[in-house]
């Protein structure tokens, strides 16, 4: 059984296509990624699972079922708009959702206090909402989304726009929902580097469609290979060439213009062990290179265009890929 499973959904706004046969199956425990640029369509397949909006066509199913109250119920939607109240503290918010929810007050108490210590906004628990910066404004938003403890949560772009440290607080935020509240995830991003760092599992989605899905390791094999690239001097090579190749995980070493091309998985893992051969060769490394293969290499190859079409909009620079 899935989380969440949809089959040749379309969904329309006054004749213009926003999705179309768009299938996609969450499996239940998973962190799972749609990966697409803006306008690709994620946010309106979040609002047609979350019930705000119908599907002309296709099916969506819930925990197998076809959705109703109740199990609309067990959804914790976390959306790409802050949907909070700046005018009441954070603790107020909190309050405000589990009574919407129909939680307890007693318990919910005990729960808002909870979140927000672990959510890091424990000392602004008596803040207003309006007064937090940018990154606890997202992590209250989803502290909202999570009172009534449910079972599938949803995350609309939740690090867009911050900077790096709240982006990284945010990412650990997500960690730690997972594996303490043991429940499924699902966040839209158009980040490759958070969906590739956070995800088990990726939908490419664009111009609303499900273009392919897998582990970020599985599709990175799509955008080709990772190489090793290794110069030294004296650059003997042929010496001990067949010692890289015989070493455990490695799947080919070449000799090519005057450089050792190496393959293998996993490639970081293996620099210390061939620049340890090579020290022990008696070479001298000039330079050392990895062309690593991206989610986003991946994602122009399969649909010709990028995640994000102005890397400068936000005024941030491209993130380099940061390894687990
Ligand atoms: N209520 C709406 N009315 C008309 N067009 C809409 C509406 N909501 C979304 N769209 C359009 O649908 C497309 C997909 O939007 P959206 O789902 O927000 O994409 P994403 O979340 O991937 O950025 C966009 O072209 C957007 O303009
Ligand atoms: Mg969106």
Redesign the pocket.
Known sequence: MYAIEAKDIVKT??E?V?LYDFSIKIPMGTIYGLL??????????IRIIDGLEKQNSGVLKIFGESPNKRLRKQLGIAP?ENSFHGLLTCFENLMYYAELYGVNRGEAKQRAEDLLKRLGLGEKMHARASWLSGGMKRRLNLACGLMHKPKIIIM??PTTGLDPVSRNQMWNVVRDIQKKEKVTIIL?THYMEEAELLCDEISF?NR?HVVVTGTPEKLKEIAGKEFLRIRSRPGEYLKFIKMIQDMEGIESATISDGEILIEAKNLPSKISSVTRLLDDQGEKILDLRISKATLEDAFIKLTGSALKEDKTAHGEKKLKVTPK
């Open positions: 706004y006054s213009k926003t697409g640029p803006n306008g690709a369509g994620k946010s309106t397949f790409q609309d772009e839209t989605i609303g």
